[in-house]
């Protein structure tokens, strides 16, 4: 819990507060839409367990995602929006507080300087979808 804290995430609640009317529209409480929109909750922790994992994160929530792809085995074609308008400890929260629900004990940290970085290159939703595919080939995501 003490990472958790020093990536901004020890207000209480906050992440939720934010994920309900960001990101809860579409991806309801992070379990998703079976065809529909992928599941964030079980899969977010095992992505940002790696500092490639937590970049691409943050370029997903930064530039959004288009096109179609697999998650736990289901497939997916959806288009995510960029959420740029967002700072970056309020993205942070967000992502913590849906990392934070999966298996991966203790939880990975995304912390807001990782959003800072990548806030620094914008790239198009579908170079995002490009370097998905990357790590996914190489086992990085579920």
């Known amino acids: 819990m003490a990472a958790l804290a020093l990536a ?5 609640g906050a992440g939720q507060k934010l994920y309900g009317p960001n990101c ?3 991806h309801h409480g992070g379990y998703g839409l079976p065809g529909e929109v992928p599941p964030l909750v079980g899969r977010l922790d ?16 930064l530039n959004g995602l288009d096109g179609p ?3 736990n085995g289901g497939r997916y074609n ?5 959420f ?12 913590n507080w849906l990392i934070s629900r999966g298996t991966t004990n203790p939880a990975p940290v995304i912390t807001p300087n990782v959003f800072a970085a990548a806030r620094k290159e914008e790239i198009g939703s579908n170079r995002v979808h490009d ?3 990357g790590l996914a080939a190489q086992g990085k995501i579920p």
């Open 131 to 133: 370097l998905r595919e």
């Open 24 to 26: 809860g529209i579409c």
């Open 8 to 12: 901004g995430c020890g207000k209480k």
């Open 46 to 61: 095992l992505i940002a367990k790696t500092p490639e994992g937590r970049a691409y994160l943050a370029r997903v929530m």
């Open 78 to 82: 959806f288009s995510m929006p960029s």
């Open 84 to 95: 740029r308008r967002l700072n970056d400890e309020q993205l942070s929260l967000i992502l």
């Open 69 to 71: 792809i697999k998650a």
